[in-house]
């Protein structure tokens, strides 16, 4: 099962809107997309995760490719407590488990 | 609130002791996990649990084993613990069907192996 790609690090300003992207290409039309994120010293919590269609939560938005091939995480107002490092991960259908990959880490400046 | 309890945010042993970790959910979740996660190198799986007293190895179960007796409750012991196993442990669990529910974790516990 290969893991998604991201890039390592990313910044952005406060108050700002950030767009983290995902690569899965190898992606089975069976799995699921997750992002989750964690805070420094606790351990990951979900964010937010879809299967072909875009989807909205109170916490983010996830936009994913047509071709399910990648996907972009969309925190629409960025604030100082979002600086995490940020996981988009691959939910495979084959194994039933989530497959982590190295994660992006997301800095916010005032 | 649902929730995963690690039963120690931070825990210091010596060199050569038998650590118990300890991990309780209250979500009536099928699959539990033991993951660990260094600097560079991400969350590597240790164990997972899929029912009652079932386990499988994970990518890095050597000198870890896991007991589950009841399903809320799913323990990582370090039988002889050494200072290559000073991390940090995070414990999730989630229903049968994880890659589309996704998983619920604990807050981790930070061993130090002195």
């Known amino acids: 099962d290969a893991k998604t790609t991201q890039p390592n690090s990313m910044e952005s300003n406060e108050e700002e809107p950030v767009h983290l992207p995902c690569n899965h290409s190898?992606?089975?039309?069976?799995?699921?997309i997750h992002w989750y994120r964690q805070l420094p010293s606790q351990g990951p919590e979900y964010v937010i995760h879809?299967?072909?269609s875009n989807v909205n939560n109170r916490m983010a938005s996830l936009a994913i490719a047509e071709d399910r091939k990648s996907s972009t995480l969309i925190l629409h107002r960025a604030t100082l407590r979002d600086a995490a490092v940020y996981y988009c991960?691959?939910?495979?259908?084959?194994?039933?488990?989530?497959?982590f990959g190295q994660g992006t880490t997301l800095q916010v400046k005032p | 609130d649902v929730k995963v309890t690690q039963s120690s945010r931070y825990l210091v042993k010596r060199t050569g002791e038998k650590v118990f970790l300890e991990c309780v959910q209250d979500?009536?979740?099928?699959?539990m996990f033991w993951y660990r996660q260094d600097p560079g190198l991400g969350l590597r799986l240790i164990y997972f649990?899929?029912?009652?007293?079932?386990?499988e190895k994970g990518d890095i179960p050597e000198g870890y084993s896991v007991s589950r007796e009841k399903k809320e409750r799913f323990s990582l012991i370090l039988e002889s613990a050494s200072t290559n196993q000073t991390s940090m442990y995070l414990c999730?669990?989630?229903?049968?069907?994880?890659?589309?529910?996704?998983?619920?974790f604990g807050s981790g516990t930070r061993l130090t192996v002195v």
């Open positions: 649990s899929y029912d009652v007293k079932m386990k």
């Open positions: 190898t992606i089975s039309g069976t799995d699921y």
């Open positions: 879809g299967l072909t």
């Open positions: 979500m009536d979740h099928e699959n």
């Open positions: 999730a669990s989630s229903f049968v069907q994880a890659s589309r529910y996704g998983y619920t």
């Open positions: 991960i691959r939910g495979s259908s084959n194994t039933g488990k989530l497959i």
